[in-house]
């Protein structure tokens, strides 16, 4: 057998045999799935772009499971792929040929919250979401958020480190993650779960897997220390003519904000575009050309502000509305916008979450010539006044919201917003008290954190997807952009870039209508060989899996290559574990 795609060798693995299914149906009865259609999702992976032959899904519910089946698989020389919330982005999650699927579905229980500590100790098949939910009701937030947070798990978050979209704030994983267990390719269960802030005993053991996609053993508990959740939740969505706006904008928010400062995003105008075409989903704030912004950035989660351009339609807003609208026009309005953020959080209404959205734009580089309007508004239970979901959908449908906001205020304008779950309907008199709407499901927050949540998912509609996950210097963070759309022309579809620019995060997707020898040839090496021109990193937070273990060179040194084939050869002698993926293959 050889991939498809990738010229790799089918490794002289065992083949699952009768005896081998009876085995573990002893060991998981009831749990051996076998049926095609059911393995198919778990053969395929989330993007589409790799599919695996496995005839054996095994779903165990304990580490003493785990255990018994990895014994057994070693001693069988049976390959083994784990795989968790299969949304991973590199192909590590789906097997390249017959290897048996052992998926963490059923390891989904909470073992102990600590709420004194925010210590969360779980089993690896845990649904980040449903963690999330879990820790909120007790006052906590997991220290990880990311797009697939309601399909991922947080064995599968830990084996790829994930980073996603409170790393600005509360960093690696490898930070926040105190201990672990994990089962060894032999059956060896290492428990290293433990829950201490410090412990200087030795190697640190956990972190050789975290971050090691399921290629040195399989996590199957996790101890995680949450912060304390923010009495206050704020998101600002701001539009930008150029990327030297952006990273000004960044330097402000970051210089004023601080800590509470959790989330740096930023998109062009492109992702935009597709999210509205593929998802209808719209820009809350959009300008007319040639005021349209070229960069969206969203910052959060202690503070929600969304800008775009409110050029076209202000005229609509009644003038006793437009005079109370604070105007956003110049770096200092950005830093009193800053400062009203940051009060706006210190100074919370006790006990109740809020969540203000800012919309605000800003035009020329820093201000139009007339004055733009800032929006303030709240989706949930802040300064009283609360809006219809159903006011967001509708072409161009005027805001109107409720006095009484802290800083003067307020009206807002949506431009077309063609919320999901939005009914599409004009508010009902009985939405509507006394002026004051109400929105009874969708916070607005997550209405605009959808818009760049779900660009992955947008790309995906747009055709075939060439991936690049990219470390970079924060200035140089936007060249490759428009530099590969020169360079590829129209044999590319769209080229864009988004990603965490608070970490130097660069997500550079491309897109075609479909795969091409060709277009690949374009892209590399020569993505690989700027990335390294610039001392970055050819996978930030994705891993490296089965599509990127070629050109690990381009980030580490031959030396760092040794020590870690040498690692797996320690822990996996006989190399069973997530076979072809994350290490080079050997000449
Ligand atoms: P899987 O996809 O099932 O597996 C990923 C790898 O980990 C595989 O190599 C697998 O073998 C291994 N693995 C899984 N579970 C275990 C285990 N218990 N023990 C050992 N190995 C295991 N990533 C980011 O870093 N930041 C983001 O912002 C982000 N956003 C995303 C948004 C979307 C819409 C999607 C689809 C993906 C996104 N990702 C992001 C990719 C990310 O890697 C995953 O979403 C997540 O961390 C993988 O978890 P999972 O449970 O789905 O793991
Ligand atoms: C994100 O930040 C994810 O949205 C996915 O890491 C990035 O699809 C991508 O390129
Ligand atoms: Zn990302």
Redesign the pocket.
């Known amino acids: 057998l050889t991939h498809e795609r990738y010229p790799v060798q089918r490794l002289p693995f065992s083949v699952v045999s009768e005896e081998d299914r009876a085995a573990f149906e002893r060991m998981v009865p009831g749990r051996v799935i076998m049926d095609p259609e059911e393995l198919e999702a778990s053969n395929v992976d989330w993007l589409r772009s790799m599919r695996g032959c496995s005839k054996v899904l095994l779903r165990p519910r304990t580490s003493e499971e785990v255990s018994h089946i990895l014994r057994y698989c070693h001693e069988r020389n049976l390959a083994v792929n784990t795989q968790g919330g299969n949304t991973g982005?590199v192909g590590g999650s789906v097997p390249v040929f017959d290897e048996i699927i052992l998926s963490t579905a059923l390891m989904n229980q909470v073992i102990s919250f600590h709420d004194m500590s925010g210590t969360l100790v779980c089993q690896a098949g845990c649904v980040l979401e449903e963690l999330s939910r879990h820790v909120e009701e007790r006052g906590f937030v997991m220290p990880l958020d990311?797009?697939a947070k309601g399909t991922c798990h947080i064995g599968g978050n830990l084996a790829t480190n994930a980073?996603?979209?409170r790393f600005l704030r509360y960093g690696s994983l490898r930070g926040t993650v105190l201990g672990l267990e994990a089962v060894l390719a032999d059956g060896t269960v290492l428990n290293c779960l433990m829950s201490l802030r410090k412990d200087n005993t030795g190697y640190d053991l956990k972190q050789l897997f975290i971050g090691s996609e399921g290629t040195l053993g399989v996590i199957t508990a996790v101890s995680i220390l949450c912060p304390p959740k923010p009495r206050a939740v704020n998101v600002a969505f701001l539009g930008c003519p150029g990327f030297a706006e952006v990273l000004q904008t960044f330097h402000t928010c970051r210089g004023m904000l601080g800590e509470i400062l959790s989330a740096f995003e930023f998109m062009d105008a492109t992702c935009m575009q597709l999210v509205g075409r593929h998802l209808h989903l719209a820009s809350p704030v959009q300008g007319t050309d040639p005021m349209r912004p070229a960069f969206h950035v969203a910052c959060g989660h202690f503070v929600t502000v969304f800008t775009g351009w409110l050029e076209s339609g202000l005229e609509t807003l009644p003038r006793r509305v437009w005079d109370q609208v604070p105007v956003l026009t110049s770096p200092f309005d950005l830093t009193r916008l800053c400062k009203g953020l940051s009060s706006s959080h210190v100074g919370g209404c006790s006990g109740t979450q809020r969540v203000c959205s800012l919309f605000c734009a800003l035009a020329g580089p820093w201000g139009p010539s007339r004055p733009t309007p800032v929006a303030q508004t709240s989706g949930h239970a802040w300064s009283g006044f609360h809006y219809c979901l159903s006011c967001l959908g509708g072409p161009s449908v005027p805001l109107p919201l409720a006095h009484g906001a802290a800083r003067g205020s307020l009206w807002g304008r949506v431009e077309c917003g063609h919320w999901d779950r939005c009914p599409q309907s004009r508010p009902t008199p009985q939405a509507c008290r006394g002026g004051v709407l109400t929105c009874p499901s969708l916070p607005l927050s997550q209405a605009l954190w959808a818009l760049?949540?779900r660009?992955?998912e947008a790309?995906s509609r747009d055709g075939c997807v060439y991936?690049y996950?990219i470390s970079l210097p924060v200035e140089r963070l936007y060249d490759l952009v428009p530099d590969l759309r020169a360079r590829l022309g129209p044999r590319a579809k769209h080229v864009v870039g988004?990603?965490?620019l608070g970490d130097g995060n660069l997500?550079l997707?491309v897109t075609a209508e479909a795969f091409s020898t060709a277009l690949l040839g374009e892209l590399e090496p020569y993505v690989y060989e700027w990335t390294a021109g610039q001392r970055g990193s050819v996978s930030a937070?994705?891993g490296v899996g089965f599509k990127k273990r070629h050109v690990l060179g381009y980030s580490k040194p031959p030396e760092a290559l040794h020590l870690m084939r040498q690692l797996k050869t320690l822990l996996d002698p006989k190399g069973i574990l997530n076979p072809y993926k994350t290490l080079p293959a050997q000449a």
Do not use: P, Q, V
Request: charge should be negative; charged fraction near 25%.
């Open positions: 982005m990311l797009g980073g996603g979209l760049r949540e660009i992955t790309l991936k996950d988004y990603g965490h997500h997707n937070e994705h």
